[in-house]
């Protein structure tokens, strides 16, 4: 049986801790919240400690400064750090700095929650962990996002 090391192994484990994780009827805003402090505590319980709103290096090519969702960084001190994009879209902008991050060290991992597919080609370089969400709209007209247990690949 081959193991699984590094980059593969941290979307592994992420994607079976996110499959234990579910919530019904949140807005879009608390989606996010809540997906980033499961992914905290994901990193907490392996010993990682979590920053939020990571500023990248600058580039010449870039002017404005680029923000990663959270960057993990194992408390031992050992191994790479884990640069974690958190979006709802097809941000071709997060897929960017999540290659950005790669390039200079990181793992880096991409936890997209929508209900449809990808349409951006993933480079090797990253890993693509989905949150399969379910969406319904109130007889407001607001949208409700509910997810279940196991509905992360």
């Known amino acids: 049986m081959q193991t699984t090391t590094g980059l593969d192994a941290a979307a592994v484990s992420l994607r079976a801790w996110l499959n234990r994780q579910h ?3 949140l807005t879009a805003r608390e989606v996010t919240q809540f997906l980033t402090r499961t992914t905290i505590e994901w990193a907490a319980g392996l010993n990682y400690h979590a920053r939020r709103e990571v500023r990248l290096p600058a580039r010449p090519d870039h002017p404005h400064a680029e923000l990663l969702d ?3 960084k194992h408390r031992s001190g050992k ?5 974690i994009e ?8 997060s897929l960017n700095k999540l290659v950005r991050a790669a ?3 990181d793992h880096a991992l991409w936890l997209r929650w929508s209900h449809g597919h990808v349409p951006i080609p993933i480079p090797p370089t990253v890993r693509l962990i ?3 969400v379910l969406r319904r709209r109130t007889p407001t007209g ?3 996002i509910s997810l279940q247990a196991g509905d992360c690949g």
Do not use: Q, V
């Not at 191994?79 to 640069?83: D, E, H, N, V």
């Open 86 to 93: 958190i979006d709802r879209g097809n941000k071709l902008h």
């Open 23 to 25: 919530f019904t009827d």
């Open 130 to 132: 989905r949150a399969h």
């Open 70 to 72: 959270l960057r993990l």
């Open 103 to 105: 390039e200079l060290g």
């Open 79 to 83: 191994g790479r750090p884990i640069s």
């Open 142 to 144: 607001s949208n409700r």
